[in-house]
């Protein structure tokens, strides 16, 4: 059961840490190993039934109904003692109240959880409780066991043991068209489509029924990155629950991996640097990536920031020509955006 579950969250992005933003301090971002940041635009609306009148609606759930978006900058990582923490740098973020409000930074670490304003004042720290820390040791013990990494449940050689895992803990299996294959237990489901790159997941957490649809995207040599989610999530002990949905999309994929923490697949489609370390002229070198597909080469410091952006590039017998010598010294990660999806490769400027 237990690694069932695993599965059903595995596929949930869990903000561990937030992305860097030039108008906004950084606490922990250098003293780390390995990091994930993305940013995520989140709206969140409710339906009532039909027929239902407001005063039918449970007291805890009209509060509820108000519309929420939110837009944030996330980063999850490891630290350099190999503990998960999160950082969240909240851009927009809508309130049920007008006195009620989000940090502009969230910091959540093993010690506990902490609120900043935009320069850096605390706001509020809550240490956490022996549930918390149970949770956090758990956590701290699976990353120090498998490292930090992005969803590989689409690769057969990686999903494979942990599909086993979950039919051995009484998950049955069941084989679908297209190569999709779908697990249930207990009423929970999850079934991945690797064709389509989609997930979708039920299962009942305290009487809350939820139901996620998650689009992927190729994150080359990492795995596979979030386009898109839907989760809508309704109470089965009320006579007349709200439906509240919940839809978000992720842009701006960030991978950093100084200490090769994370675990990399095999593919015919990579990147090459040439020459690497960097000092002026350099090329990237596409290995498998049909020339057609590339529509943006991007040039990021190992903070997140973006350094260059080159829209649409000229590709000729699939190498790509790039002056590099205004960029300014040290680790910088490069990304390619193609159809197939996105190419990362870190390289070196001296």
């Known amino acids: 059961m237990r690694t069932f579950l695993l599965l059903l969250i595995a596929f949930s992005l869990s903000p561990i840490l937030k992305a860097q933003s030039e108008n906004y301090p950084n606490f922990i971002n250098d003293s780390t190993q390995a990091r994930y940041r993305f940013e995520e635009k989140v709206y969140q609306s409710a339906t009532i039934p039909s027929g239902t009148l407001i005063e039918e609606i449970d007291i805890s759930e009209r509060d509820l109904l108000k519309p929420m978006e939110f837009h944030r900058l996330v980063c999850t990582g490891i630290n350099n003692q190999s503990e998960p923490y999160f950082q969240a740098i909240n851009i927009k973020a809508s309130a049920l109240e007008d006195w009620m409000h989000l940090p502009d930074i969230q910091l959540m670490s093993p010690t506990g959880s902490f609120g900043f304003d935009s320069t850096g004042q605390q706001e509020y720290y809550f240490p956490n409780n022996a549930s918390e820390n149970q949770t956090m040791v758990e956590e701290i013990s699976y990353l120090q066991q498998n490292g930090f990494q992005p969803i590989m449940m689409f690769f057969p050689s990686k999903r494979d043991p942990d599909i086993q895992a979950a039919i ?4 049955s299996l069941q084989q679908l068209p297209f190569n999709a294959f779908q697990l249930s237990l207990n009423g929970n489901v999850v079934r991945i489509e690797p064709n389509e790159k989609k997930v979708y997941r039920r299962y009942l957490i305290d009487s809350v029924q939820y139901e996620v649809n998650t689009q992927y995207t190729l994150y080359a040599p990492y795995g596979y990155v979030p386009l898109w989610e839907e989760e809508k999530y309704y109470r089965l002990d009320l006579s007349h629950p709200v439906t509240f949905t919940k839809t978000t999309t992720f ?17 015919k489609a990579h990147l090459e640097v040439y020459p690497n370390p960097v000092e002026d002229q350099f090329e990237i070198l596409l290995r498998g990536i049909p020339d057609a597909q590339v529509s943006q080469v991007q040039v990021r410091d190992h903070l997140g920031n973006i350094i260059q952006t080159y829209p649409n590039p000229i590709v000729s017998q699939d190498i790509i020509s790039i002056d590099g010598s205004a960029y300014p010294n040290g680790v910088l990660i490069l990304i390619v955006q193609t159809q197939a999806g996105l190419f990362s490769q870190t390289f070196t400027k001296i």
């Not at 051995?168 to 998950?171: I, P, V, Y």
């Not at 842009?251 to 593919?267: F, G, Q, S």
Request: proline share 0%.
């Open 251 to 267: 842009h701006n994929h960030v991978i950093e991996d100084l200490n090769n923490l994370i675990e990399k697949y095999t593919d």
């Open 168 to 171: 051995n803990d009484g998950a």
